[in-house]
T-cell receptor, first 112, second 113 residues
């Protein structure tokens, strides 16, 4: 069964810093990996989707990479801003149900 | 396009009451899912459907029932609400092609007192 882990659970950085959020998964035979952002009390905003045949995806200041052999994905945020403060979730499809298996998230706080 | 919508956005129930959460999608997706999100537990799958008229159990199905009478709608029912069902409920949908992303609704925040 696929398991997804995100470390650290929380991260605090000063504004302007480049940072990396980590996501690891146990089953390397993944179809894709999706990164989400969740603001407090809000829903999930899809940030990036990396398909299994891809190594990385970029959107603005965000870059997500996928290394299936090591079971890891990273989300790189360049020049962080206070508006980036949120919880970031990664998820991968698991099992025969076609549902997403989520990590518990990394709560990011960017200090002005 | 509205994408995935959920009704209601918030609800407070007393123990033992019943209610139905409605999820609607306008993307003609075959697959639909209900997840719940609890602090420290992440999102967990309750029930899912791979097409109109079909439903199946997920990881935490107890206390819930679902129906998919129309392709665009997926209903989640609580017959007799319990405080343990206090949670945020998310609906999602996708195409059958697993390489593509899953789209989420805005969530329903349910409190059972």
């Amino acid at each position: 069964k696929q398991e997804v882990t995100q470390i650290p659970a929380a991260l605090s950085v000063p504004e302007g810093e480049n940072l990396v959020l980590n996501c690891s998964f146990t089953d390397s035979a993944i179809y894709n990996l999706q990164w989400f952002r969740q603001d407090p009390g809000k829903g999930l905003t899809s940030l990036l989707l990396i398909q299994s045949s891809q190594r990385e995806q970029t959107s603005g200041r965000l870059n997500a990479s996928l290394d299936k052999s090591s079971g890891r994905s990273t989300l790189y945020i360049a020049a962080s801003q206070p508006g980036d403060s949120a919880t970031y979730l990664c998820a991968s499809y698991g099992g025969s149900q076609g549902n997403l298996i989520f990590g518990k998230g990394t709560k990011l706080s960017v200090k002005p | 396009n509205a994408g995935v919508t959920q009704t209601p956005k918030f609800r407070v129930l007393k123990t033992g009451q019943s209610m139905t959460l409605l999820c609607a999608q306008d993307m003609n997706h075959e697959y639909m899912y209900w997840y719940r999100q609890d602090p420290g537990m992440g999102l967990r799958l309750i029930h899912y459907s791979v097409g109109e008229g079909t439903t199946a159990k997920g990881e935490v199905p107890d206390g819930y029932n679902v129906s998919r009478l129309k392709k665009q709608n997926f209903l989640l029912g609580l017959e007799s609400a319990a405080p343990s069902q206090t949670s945020v409920y998310f609906c999602a949908s996708r195409t059958p092609y697993i390489f593509y992303e899953q789209y989420f609704g805005p969530g329903t925040r349910l409190t059972v007192t």
